[in-house]
């Protein structure tokens, strides 16, 4: 069995090795696609012209007055907006309307569209993102006031350079501002490790989704990741990478069937190693396990579990399984 | 490690490619190196960041080109994204995620589990663009989690440590198209899904008395071999379909549908040797011999549809249902062979053979219906509210095996909560106001920690002077209770924040925030050794206190944080955290950084887990 596991090994490690390699392929083809298009910055020395040839003046262009512009350059919305390595004016026109009357009044902010709150996102945003998927509306939980719009998260002009998708600040600073709570549980000893190589809101939260209806659902809280674009299978968020505990289990743990990964463990930050809301395990599987006179799920541990011994204060030690077994009833294996 | 050198090399080989072709680059690569002192384990268990070769970032970007990498090198985690488009050609993505998961606590008791494992994820995207309205694509997600680890096995009064190698592997590929075809737009995925766990045991070295010192009826009880593999294969196809179109100009219509249907095989064996009891057969033993053949299938399905409505500018709304189905059942072969068995007074010797053929089900029905409406009245003034009501059905019926005794392991559950909440808030020249209220109200509980009631209260203030001064304020509360006598839950959580941040010049920030927050949770439990009932009582008092600096002048930045975090309550314990970071360009395409991070650690009641660990770092910066 050790043999068979170490050969899927060496067999996932090329697939891996292949992988990576392969995306280091297509990084070096798009790098070489992508220079085409940089290369055709124009000659530095213009071409000689005659006084009889000299063309009528050329159209003022924003990067005249607006730096900005000229570093729009490598901005995803320039995309078939440049031209000899210029950003038309048209791609400005897009999100800020005809800029004639500003241009030929010296200026005059009146004269340009600024898209602006909850509008502006709608306005120029929208008319574009809105489209072809399900994740992106103008009704998301982030998309519908003026306090919380499209512009509040992404800035167009100067997005942070080492994030994707146009976003003003690292996730995790942009995320916290807002949601504090989340942010400071991070300061806990046992989180997730985010930013840096880790994991990053988005990771688990669909920022652009509809507030959360419902609860107690292991398989849809909607503004997680449950079901992106591509089509991914409907499922908590949670056994997108901890594939081991989907299951499904002969012998699955009603909690985990019933309940959320949330039912014992905090996501955002805990003190207890395991990532569990209460600081010991018996203190999580006692609450469930101690069935009263209500009629609840959670059963009732045999009578030698004497809780005032160290070795049965901590449940998985026994009880390994806890996320569910195909081998034992009890979940000890 | 040298498969990370190779790669970082090719990294930034291709790196170097693309830089030669003008586009915007900007690497940091460097060495970190490691000082700790204290706890090493528990350094790791929480941190874990290690000494060796960093490529700390490298980002490329263009319009059809970005290239984000974080971290990649020694652990514990790194990232790679790769975005590249051809317009009216193909759009691609590639994602590589690693991350370490190391686990050892300090020894309190055996049965410690630990590990030390790796996780791989390679996520990749292909959609092609060539035939306007209909967009093909194909996916496939590789993710490996493997590694070492200790863990135990209950057998006769008494628990082994167990020596563990895992690796598990799930793979998915999935292909489909997205389409707009007038007003309707949608994507059909059909995906399929195969995880294949391998697992194999061997006793610890040294572990052959357990974890019970004491003989069991006067017999000691010891392991002198073991051995254990077990095999999992789950298949999984999946079908997932959503449709929206605008039936009108102010109304939008969308529904969605997905299916998975999970089928789990299981083979597993089992060889031990030893001195053994067990009560439930009233025999000391001389070893077990075990097979085990499973099957478990998981089929979900779930649909919806939902419909927008936008009446003006300043009022839309939405209503919405959804219903999703699962269905779970399981059934075990497992034939264990105890081993030269006798009777606790010694007589009867033979082997005895116990046949385990259990079946299970669950079945759980869930439905949603929601609706709520957006109000700005004046640009800004905004107003959202909303009701839903979900309600669950669940049906249980365990294998008699899985029951020791009767009660709370079956039968029928329901459970119906409504909710309604009411957003608000202001926002006009630099000062946001927010509020938010949700209540929540449930017929029954169905797990003992389910709410009947609960409420949730949100508050935000900031205000932003342009360019140089905001200032939030930030309160939170949740509050859930059952208060049914046998139950008594009541868990309360608080927290209140405030940060701030100054520009007094543009080459200066200065910001601070403090935090505090407080849970108490309250419910009844029954011991199981005497069967008295009692409170269990969680508390959690924490405070943090944040503050950091930046500065940048000419061509040297500045970057240095302090935090402390101070937590009482059930697990005291304190953490203080230094962050400094330093760059200087010495050119405009070339400089370099240093960093220093320092974190300590110090639980009041149990000081052997203390840690202190001083992190240095070197980098070279190159951008053009």
């Known amino acids: ?333 | 490690m040298t498969r990370n050198r190779w790669f970082l090399l090719a990294l930034c080989l291709a790196a170097m490619n693309l830089s030669a072709q003008t586009m915007p680059i900007d690497v940091e690569i460097g060495y970190r190196w490691t000082d700790i002192s204290g706890n090493e384990a528990m350094y790791r268990t929480q941190i874990n960041e290690d000494e060796g070769l960093l490529l700390r970032a490298l980002t490329v970007a263009s319009q059809d080109f970005r290239l984000d990498v974080s971290d990649l090198g020694i652990g514990p985690a790194g990232s790679l994204r790769l975005e590249t488009r051809r317009d009216g050609w193909y759009r691609f993505n590639l994602r590589y995620r690693k991350a370490e998961a190391f686990s050892a606590l300090p020894h309190v008791a055996l049965g410690q589990h630990t590990f030390d494992r790796t996780r791989d994820v390679v996520d990749a995207d292909l959609e092609i663009q060539r035939w306007g309205a209909i967009k093909p694509f194909i996916g496939y997600t590789w993710n490996r989690f493997e590694g070492p680890g200790t863990t135990t096995w209950h057998v006769g009064q008494d628990e082994f440590l167990l020596s563990q190698e895992l690796s598990d592997t799930d793979r998915e590929l999935r292909a489909g198209a997205g389409f707009e075809l007038g007003p309707v737009q949608g994507q059909i995925t059909q995906g399929w899904r195969s995880f294949r766990g391998r697992e194999s045991l061997t006793l610890a070295p040294g572990a052959n008395n357990g974890n019970n010192p004491n003989p069991v009826l006067g017999r000691p009880i010891t392991i002198g071999e073991l051995t254990r593999d077990e095999r999992t294969d789950v298949d999984t196809p999946f079908t997932t379909l959503f449709l929206t179109g605008q039936a009108t100009s102010r109304i939008r219509l969308t529904g969605n549908f997905a299916r998975f249907a999970a089928d789990s095989d299981t083979d597993g064996t089992d060889d031990v040797t030893g001195s053994l009891a067990s009560f439930a057969l009233g025999r000391f033993f001389s070893g077990i011999a075990e097979s085990s053949t499973t099957r478990a299938k998981n089929t979900t399905w779930r649909g919806g549809a939902r419909a927008d409505f936008s009446f003006n500018d300043k009022l839309d709304a939405t209503a919405g249902y959804r219903r999703e189905h699962r269905e779970l059942d399981g059934s075990a072969l497992i034939r264990t062979l105890y081993l030269q068995s006798i009777t606790f007074g010694g007589a009867d010797p033979r082997d005895v053979e116990v046949i385990l053929n259990a079946t299970n089900a669950l079945e759980r029905e869930e439905d949603v219906l929601d609706a709520s409406v957006s109000y700005r009245p004046l640009a800004p003034f905004s107003f959202r509210a909303g009701v839903s009501q979900s309600h669950m059905d669940v049906t249980v019926a365990p294998d008699l095996s899985e029951i020791v005794i009767d009660g709370g392991q079956g039968g029928t559950f329901d459970r119906r909560v409504r909710t309604i909440f009411l957003d608000g808030s202001y926002t006009l020249a630099g000062l946001t106001l927010g509020a938010s209220l949700q209540r929540d109200d449930a017929d029954n509980p169905i797990l003992r920690t389910d709410f009947v009631d609960r409420d949730r209260y949100r508050l935000r203030a900031a205000w932003k002077a342009p360019r140089w001064f905001r200032i939030g304020v930030t309160a939170d509360e949740t509050r859930q209770e059952n208060d049914r006598s046998d139950v008594a839950y009541d868990a309360r959580l608080r927290q209140y924040t405030a940060d701030v941040l100054v520009t007094p010049i543009e080459a200066l920030q200065l910001r601070a925030s403090a935090s505090r927050f407080r849970s108490d949770s309250n419910i009844l439990i029954r011991r199981p050794e005497n069967f008295t009932i009692e409170e269990s009582v969680h508390l959690e008092k924490g405070e943090s206190i944040e503050g950091g600096l930046s500065f940048s002048w000419s061509r040297l930045t500045f970057d240095g944080d302090l935090s402390r975090f101070e937590n009482e309550g059930s697990l005291p314990f304190e953490l203080d955290r230094s962050r400094a970071r330093m760059t200087f360009q010495l050119r405009e395409s070339f400089g370099i950084g240093g960093e220093w991070a320092h974190d300590e650690y110090r639980e009041a009641a149990f000081a052997v887990a203390d840690y202190e660990a001083s992190r240095y770092g070197v980098f070279l910066l190159l951008r053009r």
């Open chain 1, 1 to 333: 069995m050790a043999s068979l596991a170490s050969d899927e090994r060496r067999k996932d490690g090329l697939a891996m090795k292949r992988f990576a390699y392969g995306g280091l392929l297509v990084l070096l083809l798009s790098g070489s696609s992508a220079g085409t298009v940089a290369q055709e910055t124009p000659s530095p020395v213009p071409p000689a012209t005659t006084a009889a040839e000299e063309a009528p003046a050329p159209t003022p262009s924003c990067s005249d007055c607006h730096d900005q512009a000229k570093h729009f350059l490598t901005n995803p919305h320039a995309r078939g907006a440049v031209t000899n390595g210029v950003v038309s004016n048209d791609a400005c026109a897009t999100c800020h309307g005809d800029g004639t009357e500003h241009m030929e009044s010296g200026g005059d902010t009146m004269k340009i569209a600024v898209p602006r709150g909850k509008a502006g996102s709608d306005e120029t945003c929208m008319l574009c993102h809105d489209v072809a998927t399900d994740r992106m509306t103008r009704r998301g939980m982030h998309a519908n006031s003026n306090q919380v719009n499209c512009l509040t998260c992404h800035s167009i002009h100067s997005s942070d350079p080492r994030s994707p998708h146009l976003v003003a600040k690292p996730q995790l600073a942009l995320c916290g501002s807002c949601h504090t709570q989340s942010a400071s549980m991070r300061n806990k000893p046992y989180a997730h490790r985010l930013d840096r190589g880790g994991m990053t809101c988005s990771t688990c939260h669909e920022p652009h989704g509809r507030r959360a209806k419902g609860e107690q659902s292991q398989a849809i809280v909607e503004h997680l990741r449950t079901a992106s674009s591509r089509g991914r299978m409907p499922e908590a968020p949670c056994v997108s990478c901890h594939t081991e505990k989907r299951g499904p289990f002969v012998f699955s743990h009603g909690g985990a069937e019933v309940g959320e990964c949330t039912t014992c463990h905090e996501s955002h930050g805990s003190s207890n190693p395991n990532q569990l809301r209460r600081a010991t395990v018996k203190q999580v599987c006692m609450e469930c396990h101690s069935p009263t006179s209500t009629a609840s799920l959670g059963s009732q541990p045999p009578s030698f579990h004497n809780l005032s011994l160290p070795r049965y204060q901590n449940c998985t030690t026994c009880h390994v399984a806890v996320h569910g077994s195909n081998r034992d009833p009890q979940l000890l294996k």
